[in-house]
């Protein structure tokens, strides 16, 4: 009895020794969310830093130099065309009317001396009183006359420019800048700083810059014989503004610079916003949404990326199941999609979710994409 005790005993331990050795069982393969990859026609929006100037901005400089007698705005201020902004001490050149009026009298005064003495010399001439010689001396100084009042005259009209340009007026509408002179400062035509800067921001233009290729691109995908032809084909435009929200209205590209800068390779274009509650300021910064079609995309979910080392990935699945990382090249975005430019191809099929934890040559278990996430590519 005790052998076969003893004997029960030994079978239990090689049993339980052999079950420790056996090797675990195999984990199942995860469930995972699989595309496959359809190109497909596409608009992709390219984004491009841009710099916001109004549609007329000007300094507005001295014509004389005086003292800054009175200003009659404030900073930001709007004003209308023609109205007064500045005024500068006007007296020393009501002086300088003045006396160019006073000149101007002493000339036409010289000139009715000058025409009785011809007067009186003809009839003697005529007689052979007198000689002719007297007559003719008495003509050329009757010219002078006139040539002292036409230059007496253009003194006037000077003094009267002068005069009013003590009288600063805003030659647009728009916005006031900043007012650097005070009241009773020295100002001059040739100061460095201008009295204030005046913007009339009712329509807005944005500037940004396209890349050689990027203008390339931009070209061959409109029709039309002419850049300006291509231009007017053009769809509207969208402003990215510096909190990165959208500015209500649309704009209109409608100028493109003549020459590359050939310091950074770049074409400036222009798109035009109109602005009539005046929202937009000259100096404002933002972004240009620009939106390119694509007749044979491939456009895949953001979230089914994966970004290591300043590349991008996706997990391809073959025939066996079993999963590759592979880097794609991105050329654009659509909404919330990535517009490839190689890495895969039509035909291919990537996985959607739960990538954060695979491993390449993993096997997975591919199932199709819920509804929501067919919809996004859809």
Not at 35 to 51: C, D, G, H
Not at 68 to 77: F, K, Q
Not at 341 to 355: A, E, F, P, R
């Amino acid at each position: 009895m005790k052998k076969i005790t003893l004997i029960s005993i030994l079978a239990l331990f090689v049993i339980s020794c052999n079950d420790k050795n056996a090797a675990p069982p195999a984990t199942a393969a995860p469930s995972l969310p699989v595309m496959n990859i359809k190109s497909q026609e596409a608009t992709t929006e390219n984004e491009y830093p841009a710099s916001l100037q109004g549609a007329v901005d000007v300094e507005i400089r001295p014509q004389v130099s005086g003292n800054l007698e009175r200003i009659y705005v404030d900073e930001g201020a709007y004003v209308t065309k023609g109205q007064t902004l500045f005024k500068i001490n006007e007296r020393p050149f009501r002086e300088q009317l003045n006396n160019a009026l006073a000149n101007l009298h002493a000339a036409e005064a010289a000139y009715l001396n000058a025409q009785l003495e011809v007067d009186k010399l003809t009839p003697l001439v005529h007689n052979k009183v007198v000689s002719d010689y007297q007559l003719k001396t008495a003509k050329a100084t009757q010219k002078i006359a006139v040539a002292n009042i036409e230059q007496a005259k253009a003194m006037v009209g000077s003094a009267r420019i002068n005069l009013g340009y003590t009288n600063v007026t805003a030659p647009v509408s728009g916005y006031i800048g900043r007012l650097p002179k005070k009241q009773g400062s020295l100002v001059a035509a040739t100061d460095v700083e201008p009295l204030t800067n005046l913007s009339d921001v009712h329509e807005v233009y944005a500037y940004f810059s396209l890349g050689e290729t990027d203008f390339i691109k931009f070209k061959s995908a409109y029709s039309g014989n002419t850049l300006g032809d291509k231009i007017k084909k053009l769809p509207p435009v969208t402003l990215v503004l510096a909190d990165n929200s959208a500015y209500p209205q649309s704009g209109k590209i409608d100028m493109v610079d003549g020459q590359f800068d050939k310091n950074t390779g770049a074409i400036t274009v222009r798109a035009t916003f109109p602005n009539k509650n005046g929202t937009l300021r000259s100096g404002n910064t933002g972004k240009i949404r620009l939106g390119v079609q694509h007749d044979d995309a491939i456009l895949i979910p953001q979230s089914a990326t994966i970004e290591m080392q300043d590349k991008v990935f996706v997990f391809t699945v073959n025939k066996q199941n079993k999963i590759n990382k592979m880097p794609i090249n991105i050329s654009g975005k659509s909404g919330t999609n990535y517009l490839i430019k190689d890495g895969i191809k039509s035909g291919d099929q990537i996985v959607l979710s739960g990538i954060d934890k695979l491993q390449e040559g993993q096997l997975i278990q591919p199932e199709k994409p819920k509804a929501q996430i067919a919809q996004i590519i859809n």
